[in-house]
């Protein structure tokens, strides 16, 4: 019952407050209340759904609650088990890595067949933990021989000057979001060994110039920042056996205002060519903090709104 309500009955409380109804527990008895027979009973689906996972020992937070009751109130039930049944790959700890969202299942459908993959969506979607997943899946899997994950190195809107240090000093600021999603799938030692020995690599895009790379699965992440130059060079680096996925927020570039991005024009040069496939997340995919779903959203009304 616990795992069910949440901390302090904030899972039943997201349904209460949707569908204008209360749910009493007493004991190890629930009761739904309220003047409309269909929410009372949409209700009742979701807390039957969320017992579900709770029985399966899946932990209930907030944004599970919120996209079950997504999927059920728009009639979606039988797609919940297929989205968030099947399991990626494990992180260190044992914890099962799994899609929360049909963008989510949509975007891993499209990585399992298609050998150059563009994720773009909004941030806290899960673009480049679930790449990452991925390439470790394949990795361990022996499909790929080494994992190459590469950025551009360009500051969100402020100059970082002179940093201190030698090179790789200077750019590990940029690629700590890279190396933090490797460390919690691979653990301290495995990834320290493996980045030793050159099994992975992470690097800025700048080093990615005059190399093929071969039977590797290589990841560009925040693409909307490259130039239409460097997403040329980046994307012909592949050799045979690889696999490509790149994301980016095309609502997010930083690069300076005469330059295009190299994954907006991609978009368009590469949308009909066979082996290239394109996964559209948006707002709804948001697994991060609810209020992230919320400021995206607001930001998306006010700049249609400009528009």
Same mark, same amino acid.
């Given at each position: 019952m616990?795992?069910?309500?949440?901390?302090?009955?904030?899972?039943?409380?997201?349904?209460?407050?949707?569908?204008?109804?209360?749910?009493? *527990?007493?004991?190890?008895?629930?009761?739904?209340? =309220? @003047?409309? %027979?269909? !929410? $009372?009973?949409?209700?009742?689906?979701?807390?039957?759904?969320?017992?579900?996972?709770?029985?399966?020992?899946?932990?209930?937070?907030?944004?599970?609650?919120?996209?079950?009751?997504?999927?059920?109130?728009?009639?979606?039930d039988?797609?919940?088990?297929?989205?968030?049944?099947?399991?990626?790959?494990?992180?260190?700890?044992?914890?099962?890595?799994?899609?929360?969202?049909?963008?989510?299942?949509?975007?891993?459908?499209?990585?399992?067949?298609?050998?150059?993959?563009?994720?773009?969506?909004?941030?806290?979607?899960?673009?480049?933990y679930?790449?990452?997943?991925?390439?470790?899946?394949?990795?361990?899997?022996?499909?790929?021989?080494?994992?190459?994950?590469?950025?551009?190195?360009?500051? *969100?809107?402020?100059?970082?000057?002179?940093?201190? =240090? @030698?090179? %790789?000093? !200077? $750019?590990?600021?940029?690629?700590?979001?890279?190396?933090?999603?490797?460390?919690?799938?691979?653990?301290?030692?495995?990834?320290?060994?493996?980045?030793?020995?050159?099994?992975?690599?992470?690097?800025?895009?700048?080093?990615?110039?005059?190399?093929?790379?071969?039977?590797?699965?290589?990841?560009?992440?925040?693409?909307?920042?490259?130039?239409?130059?460097?997403?040329?060079?980046?994307?012909?680096?592949?050799?045979?056996?690889?696999?490509?996925?790149?994301?980016?927020?095309?609502?997010?570039?930083?690069?300076?205002?005469?330059?295009?991005?190299?994954?907006?024009?991609a978009?368009k040069?590469?949308?009909?060519?066979?082996?290239?496939?394109?996964?559209?997340?948006?707002?709804k995919d948001?697994?991060?903090?609810?209020?992230?779903?919320?400021?995206?959203?607001?930001?998306?009304?006010?700049?249609?709104?400009?528009?």
């Amino acid at each position: 019952m616990v795992a069910l309500f949440g901390d302090y009955d904030q899972n039943v409380k997201q349904i209460e407050e949707r569908l204008g109804v209360s749910i009493i *527990a007493r004991d190890t008895n629930i009761k739904i209340l =309220g @003047d409309n %027979q269909y !929410k $009372v009973q949409k209700a009742w689906d979701i807390m039957e759904k969320l017992l579900c996972f709770i029985k399966k020992g899946e932990v209930i937070d907030k944004s599970k609650v919120r996209y079950t009751m997504d999927l059920i109130l728009e009639g979606n039930d039988n797609l919940i088990d297929d989205i968030m049944s099947e399991v990626i790959c494990l992180n260190y700890r044992g914890k099962p890595i799994k899609c929360k969202t049909m963008g989510q299942r949509r975007y891993i459908d499209a990585i399992e067949q298609n050998d150059v993959v563009f994720g773009i969506g909004p941030a806290g979607t899960g673009k480049t933990y679930l790449a990452m997943a991925m390439a470790v899946t394949a990795f361990k899997n022996k499909r790929v021989n080494r994992i190459v994950l590469t950025r551009p190195a360009v500051e *969100a809107g402020e100059k970082l000057g002179f940093l201190p =240090g @030698d090179l %790789q000093n !200077k $750019v590990d600021p940029y690629l700590r979001p890279l190396y933090d999603a490797l460390y919690d799938l691979m653990g301290p030692d495995t990834y320290l060994k493996f980045i030793e020995h050159g099994v992975i690599e992470v690097a800025p895009l700048a080093y990615m110039r005059g190399r093929t790379l071969d039977d590797s699965f290589i990841i560009l992440d925040e693409a909307q920042n490259t130039t239409s130059e460097q997403m040329k060079m980046f994307l012909t680096r592949m050799g045979t056996g690889s696999k490509m996925v790149i994301t980016g927020d095309i609502t997010q570039v930083d690069l300076p205002r005469d330059k295009h991005s190299g994954l907006i024009e991609a978009e368009k040069v590469l949308k009909d060519i066979e082996g290239i496939g394109f996964a559209y997340l948006t707002y709804k995919d948001v697994v991060r903090h609810e209020l992230v779903m919320k400021i995206i959203e607001a930001y998306d009304r006010y700049n249609n709104k400009g528009a």
